[in-house]
């Protein structure tokens, strides 16, 4: 089915370890963007991107990179990860980058940082 | 930013319609109202959006008040796959980017 497509599902890393999110859409989305979610808290923007090679910083980008190399590929990377950074992370894309447009979610990565 | 106000949680009975409630006294005038529901351990779903016109699609219906300052998501006849959290969102452009504000959402039970 078409739509955006996360790996790993899950993840345990420890302190200090890197590793990159992937993720996929093939809806020739232009828009873009990785959230986190936490107990208690609402979704909230790690980065974003409006097309490929652009992208820019969210509300919470420390310890995050990002890039786009293509229309259908917008991976996510820590850098060096903390306890801080356990989450759930979703990667959403939209046609369009206005605000009238709905974004169609990931099945999120449950990642652990012990 | 403007911010949503919504109840904790609700209660439904099966093929029941169900009225979930959204404040958002402080919208300004360009902001898009978007509602999205999450499943457990799913993703948000889409499920619809509007900006001063009542809106209409097959999953729900959006009412939003003339003054905007709140909307209801209709779901017309609940089923058991409705159960989930549903978040009243809204978003508005701010550069190049979209800006959209999460709550905490409501928690809709719906009862066989």
């Known amino acids: 089915n078409a739509g955006v497509t996360q790996t790993p599902k899950f993840q345990v890393l420890k302190t200090g370890q890197s590793m990159t999110l992937q993720c996929a859409q093939d809806m020739n989305h232009e828009y873009m963007s990785w959230y986190r979610q936490d107990p208690g808290m609402g979704l909230r923007l790690i980065h974003y991107s409006v097309g490929a090679g652009i992208t820019d910083q969210g509300e919470v980008p420390n310890g995050y990179n990002v890039s786009r190399s293509t229309t259908e590929d917008f991976p996510l990377r820590l850098l060096s990860a903390a306890p801080s950074q356990t989450s759930v992370y979703f990667c959403?894309?939209?046609?369009?980058?206005?605000?009238?447009?709905?974004?169609?979610f990931g099945s999120g990565t449950r990642l652990t940082v012990v | 930013d403007a911010k949503t106000t919504q109840p904790n949680s609700m209660e439904s009975n099966e093929e029941e319609p169900v009225h979930l409630p959204c404040n958002h006294s402080?919208?300004?005038?360009?902001?898009?109202i978007h509602w999205y529901r999450q499943l457990p351990s799913q993703g948000p779903e889409y499920v619809i959006h509007g900006l001063t016109s009542n809106v209409n699609n097959r999953m729900a219906s959006l009412a939003i008040a003339e003054d905007r300052k709140s909307s209801t998501l209709i779901l017309h006849r609940a089923t058991l796959r409705d159960a989930a959290v549903y978040y009243c969102?809204?978003?508005?452009?701010?550069?190049?980017?979209?800006?959209?504000?999460w709550g905490l959402g409501t928690s809709l039970a719906v009862n066989p």
């Open positions: 402080t919208i300004s005038g360009t902001d898009y």
């Open positions: 969102i809204l978003s508005h452009n701010a550069g190049n980017n979209r800006k959209l504000i």
């Open positions: 959403a894309s939209s046609s369009k980058q206005g605000a009238g447009y709905g974004y169609t």
